[in-house]
């Protein structure tokens, strides 16, 4: 499946943006749908997860009461709406693709368990 993530841009502190991961090539609703980010000098970091059917979220807690993620297979396309945003939100966020169910969040946060990648979009905040 190839991934295509949109909608990043500059922002201020205390905005909203909401991001979108189009998918192609393979049947979007088999997939789990996760989202990363990766500041400069920095690893890439899980932000959370969406089970294929919509029906299970997982959040890190640094993001769990600003940030959500939603699905809408008819259209082929996950989304994180971000909420409240902070200068330390500023980096490049991924949408990546997993065939496997995870029953627990220490699965869901694993980078390496995830199949296919979108290329990223750029998320910066201002203060």
């Known amino acids: 499946v190839q991934l295509q993530a949109s909608g990043g841009g500059l922002v201020r502190a205390g905005d909203s943006l909401r991001l979108s991961c189009a998918a192609s090539?393979?049947?979007?609703?088999?997939?789990?749908m996760g989202w990363f980010r990766q500041a400069p000098g920095k690893e890439r970091e899980f932000i959370g997860r969406?089970?294929?059917?919509?029906?299970?979220?997982y959040y890190t807690d640094s993001v769990k009461d600003r940030f959500i993620i939603s699905r809408d297979n008819a259209k082929n396309t996950a989304y994180l709406k971000m909420n409240s945003l902070k200068p330390e939100d500023t980096a490049v966020y991924h949408c990546?693709?997993?065939?496997?169910?995870?029953?627990?969040?220490?699965?869901?946060?694993?980078?390496?368990?995830?199949?296919?990648w979108g290329q990223g979009t750029q998320v910066t905040v201002s203060s």
């Open positions: 969406i089970s294929a059917n919509g029906a299970n979220t």
């Open positions: 990546a693709a997993d065939q496997k169910i995870c029953l627990n969040y220490g699965c869901a946060e694993g980078r390496h368990n995830y199949d296919y």
């Open positions: 090539g393979r049947t979007f609703s088999i997939y789990a």
